[in-house]
């Protein structure tokens, strides 16, 4: 049924259903065991599964940041979702949880179902790559508080972990070793700096323009690069924490290495990492030259090209290694904790 008063004040509710039905689709990709319902009840249901003796939930909440503001200069908006997703679900890993399910938030201006469309199409893209079920959300239409081309979006996810199996700093000592995971790029943190750096304002047709320029180091233009969606780690950390002695683990997200580092260290120790241990993709290295950006404050703002980063005993290196390897991943043996006050020196 229309309502068009609301229609005239700024609200298509008959666009929001139309929304709804082109993402049905994309909802199905991700259905899980668990899930007990579908889209469109007031609540996702979703079933504990069995197997756990003292089961814990671990959850994780998050949005894709600044970085929607490129996804509106390209007008690309089926690959932000993932970053929502990433952002909650890596986090979640963190203490070694499985992610279970996510639940987004997305507010506009304006309802366009094909752009929602694209938009839950990334999101379930990341709910696949981690393994959970998009079991529900919420799509806001909100004339004059949002312009009617531009949009937000956040999510939160719920995860489960054996009590006895949590993942904490408590057993890190001197003599363990980092290893990390590469990223696919910026991510989703250290946009508004970005946006600085390559003078993204008002105007979108210059902004286009300084977006779409080639660049033969990357292979692709600035904008694509930019605009690469955040990777999401949960699958191969949960095959290496069935057959590794993990200690910690550190999401590299918003604060780079300087933040998110010591947040796996507990006190007594840092750590110290061989920049010549892996390669900086070159992205970073335009964003420091463009905007001549210290290397402190590029390693204190991005991950660097390393997304994911963890702990474990020097004897249980090689073995990490080769696990990630069966998967797929190639790690990298990044530096080691040191006794010492907390911190991270980067050598």
Known sequence: MSNSAYKAAGVDVEAGYRAVELMKSHVARTVTSGVLSGIGGFGGLFELPSGYDTPVLVSGTDGVGTKLKLAFILNKHDTVGQ???????????????????????????????????????GIADGCVLAGCALVGGETAEMPGFYPADEYDMAGFSVGIVEKSRIVDNSTVSAGDVLIALPSSGVHSNGFSLIR???????????????????????????????LTPTRIYVKPMLEL????????????????????????????????????????????????????????????????????????????????????????ETAYVVGEVVAGDEGVNIL
Do not use: Q, W
């Open 83 to 121: 970053d929502c997703v990433a952002m909650c679900v890596n986090d979640i890993i963190c203490s070694g949880a499985k992610p279970l399910f996510f639940l987004d938030y997305i507010a506009c201006g304006k309802n366009e179902p094909e752009r929602i469309a694209d938009i839950v199409k």
């Open 196 to 226: 600085k750096v390559f003078n993204i304002g008002e105007d979108n047709e210059k902004n286009s323009e300084r977006l779409a320029i080639y660049s033969e180091e990357l292979s692709s233009t600035i904008g694509e690069a930019l």
């Open 241 to 328: 924490l069935k057959k590794v002695n993990v200690k910690a683990i550190s999401h590299i997200t918003g604060g780079g290495f300087y933040e998110n580092i010591p947040r796996m260290l507990p006190k007594g120790v840092r750590a110290k990492i061989d920049a010549a241990s892996f390669t900086v993709p070159p992205i970073f290295n335009i964003i420091a030259a463009s905007g001549k950006i210290s290397e402190r404050d590029m390693y204190n703002t991005f991950n660097m090209g390393l997304g994911m980063m963890f702990a474990v005993a020097k004897g249980d290196a090689d073995l990490a290694v080769a696990t990630l390897a069966a998967t797929g």
